[in-house]
C-alpha cells in the first residue's frame, strides 16, 4: 500500500523558514514527478511546486524566488524549502507524487493527509 507521510508545518513569523519534507512508501516501480499543493479556508487547492524526472521544476509565480522544491530519489522523499514566509502563504499544504506501482501499470496521483502551514504577520 503507497503512502505519503508529511512532515515540517507549523506555526512561523512572517518573513520566517519551514521546510516540508513527504516521504512515499510502498511497493513503487517508478515516481514520475511529485510536488506541493496548497488549500487556504475557502480556497480552490493551487500548485506550489513540483519536480518531474531529471530534476524539471515549476512553481507557482507567487512563490518564486522564496520557495525551493528538491527531491531525494534514493530516500522517495520530496522536500519545499519555504523561506521570507507571508500570511497569505497560510494553507494545508499536501504532497503528491504521480507513479507506477509496476512496469506495466499507468501513472497514478496519490495525495498525502497534508500539513498545516500558519504565517502570523
Known amino acids: 500500500q503507497v503512502q505519503l507521510v508529511e512532515s515540517g508545518g507549523g506555526l512561523v513569523q512572517a518573513g520566517g523558514s519551514l521546510r516540508l519534507s513527504c516521504a512515499v512508501s510502498g511497493s513503487i516501480f517508478n515516481i514520475n514527478s511529485m510536488g506541493w499543493y496548497r488549500q487556504a479556508p475557502g480556497k480552490q487547492r493551487e500548485l506550489v511546486a513540483t519536480?518531474?524526472?531529471?530534476?524539471?521544476?515549476n512553481g507557482a509565480d507567487s512563490v518564486k524566488g522564496r520557495f525551493t522544491i528538491s527531491r531525494d530519489n534514493a530516500k522517495n522523499t520530496v522536500y519545499l524549502q519555504m523561506n521570507n514566509l507571508k500570511p497569505e502563504d497560510t494553507a494545508v499544504y499536501y504532497c503528491n507524487a504521480r507513479l507506477q506501482l509496476s512496469h506495466f501499470s499507468s501513472i497514478t496521483r496519490y495525495w498525502g493527509q497534508g500539513t498545516q502551514v500558519t504565517v502570523s504577520s
Open positions: 519536480i518531474a524526472t531529471g530534476d524539471n521544476t
